[in-house]
């Protein structure tokens, strides 16, 4: 029943949605870096796999932002359905079994009853949700960061290009930069998944 709009303790998008966001972003600039011919391509070739990777991941930043505004918009509407259900429940059993179904089993199975009923009265006790949606503050501040991810993650692949004037070695570098934000992406995803990096 948690809104995944609302800012978390380390910022509005949890570190599972930026490692999405960064691998998508050079996921989309590899595929334009990688189309390169290092045998015969030109300035005009590295112009035009650069113009195509800024103005691809601009559309995929925007089209990848707005989904995630959908699903915050419908998140805080579920919240509100639930919370709602819990508040009109026609006893406290049926109130105490709504809350169950909406935690992890692993958290619903350790619950004590009287623990399950404490939630139940504090989730009663609440005034009852608006009856319009709105996107929250800190979902927009999430679309927005969902943009500048995907968008901002394609100039560290792109800039070898502009400091070689060889295309091999500017292409090989561009693809170990690519390698290492990749290494550095699942890095950190694994130290927050509780995994070994």
Known sequence: MTDPSAPGPKGVLDPRD????????????LT????????DAGRADVRGMIIGALRCNLAWGIIDA??????????????????????????????????????????????A???LERLRESLAGLPEPASR??????????GLGVFLLVFLSTFPVVLPFFFFDEV????????????????????????????RP
């Open 32 to 39: 334009f870096s990688c189309s390169l011919s290092v045998a």
């Open 168 to 195: 091999h070695t500017a292409l090989r570098i561009s693809n170990g930069v690519a390698i290492a934000l990749i290494f550095g992406a699942s890095f950190k995803l694994a130290q927050h998944s509780g995994l």
């Open 66 to 111: 707005a989904f995630y505004l959908i699903g915050a918009i419908a998140e805080r509407g579920r919240s509100a359905q639930i919370l709602r259900q819990v508040q009109r429940a026609s006893d406290p059993a049926a109130g105490r079994a709504i809350v169950a179904g909406t935690l992890p089993a692993l958290v619903a199975e350790r619950l």
């Open 133 to 142: 949606v709105r996107l929250s503050w800190a979902g927009a501040l999430g």
């Open 18 to 29: 930026r490692f999405e966001e960064i691998i998508f972003g050079l996921i989309m600039v």
């Open 113 to 115: 009853p009287q623990e």
